[in-house]
């Protein structure tokens, strides 16, 4: 596309110039929808802040470290995660949040190869590498390569569950217990789950 | 993002726990849910979700039809011919009533 348009420009200044045709249509797309009255530059803006005013979340990390010391709670929890989630106080944002519990046996991980779903309510925005082409691809592929990337070496005899988010369910991987650790306290053990962990390319900590 | 109040029991789902099903193998151009690798599959349903807005009809504001949801377990030696890890990896994915068969 030629660049002698004056007003194709990405919506923010610290965007970068979009390379290809599907970048430029979305930046197109985005201009007749405000040309055609749908919502304003200053609403985008306002929606972008928004999005982005997001911390990253430990609620998830508490919901772990819940689930570690009560174990009705990690019954619960692995039964039906949205009424558990939501019992401890966090929103469980309206979709069908599974939870899958790593054994010595079953390491789970998780992946959108179609986009980038991701719990957002307990885990905040997803990591770059999460929407990455390349984590999407080789995730289904060639998970055990991937996860001695993230530092994460699985014994032979440890099944890989990959979970592919490819339509309306969200999920959270409950990591194993770290050894060493059975006289911690709950809010000790959150900060051994980092998000990582619950992602699934990780284990959690070691104290 | 569909909210959960779409999600709901519906009619007697056509596929149980345990049993066999293929994932449609056919092409579409437009917006759908089942990523290419996953077609023509074979795989067991893991379980059965609620029923939630067809995707493809959603995509275009089309008059809404809910449809039974499923999670279906895959082996990864299935996938892959040349897949490098343990037999018993698998690949659980959600798939749509109206892209599986009996198997």
């Known amino acids: ?207 | 993002m569909i909210p959960p109040e779409t999600a709901r029991p519906g009619p007697t789902p056509r596929f149980r726990i345990g049993d066999r099903v293929r994932i449609d193998a056919r092409p579409l151009a437009t917006h759908h849910r089942v990523p290419a690798y996953a077609k023509g599959q074979t795989g067991v349903i893991i379980r059965v979700c609620g029923e939630h807005e067809e995707p493809e009809r959603l995509a275009f504001g089309q008059q809404h039809r809910l449809r039974r949801l499923y999670r279906v377990r895959l082996q990864q030696t299935d996938l892959w011919k040349t897949y490098e890890g343990s037999p018993t990896d698998t690949l659980d994915i959600e798939i749509f009533d109206h892209w599986l068969q009996p198997a």
């Not at chain 1, 046996?105 to 997803?126: A, D, K």
Request: net charge negative; charged share 25%; with cysteine.
């Open chain 1, 1 to 207: 596309m030629s660049h002698d348009h004056p007003h194709r420009h990405p919506p923010q200044a610290d965007h970068r110039e979009p390379v290809s045709h599907y970048e430029w249509l979305g930046v197109a797309l985005n201009e007749l929808l405000m040309e055609k009255g749908l919502y304003t530059a200053q609403e985008l803006r306002e929606m972008m802040a928004e999005v982005e005013a997001v911390e990253p979340s430990t609620h998830g990390a508490r919901v772990v470290a819940r689930a570690w010391v009560d174990e009705d709670f990690r019954v619960r929890l692995l039964k039906d995660a949205n009424t558990a989630v939501e019992a401890l106080g966090f929103d469980s944002a309206a979709t069908d949040l599974t939870v899958l519990e790593n054994t010595d046996e079953i390491h789970n991980v998780v992946v959108c190869t179609l986009c980038s779903c991701y719990p957002r309510s307990l885990l905040g925005r997803p990591p770059t590498w999460y929407k990455s082409a390349s984590y999407r691809s080789r995730l289904v592929r060639e998970p055990r390569s991937v996860l001695r990337e993230f530092g994460t070496q699985l014994p032979d005899n440890v099944t890989v569950r990959v979970h592919d988010s490819t339509a309306e369910l969200r999920y959270l991987v409950l990591p194993l217990r770290p050894q060493g650790t059975d006289d911690w306290t709950e809010e000790r053990l959150a900060e051994l789950v980092t998000r990582d962990s619950m992602i699934g390319v990780t284990t959690a900590r070691t104290p």
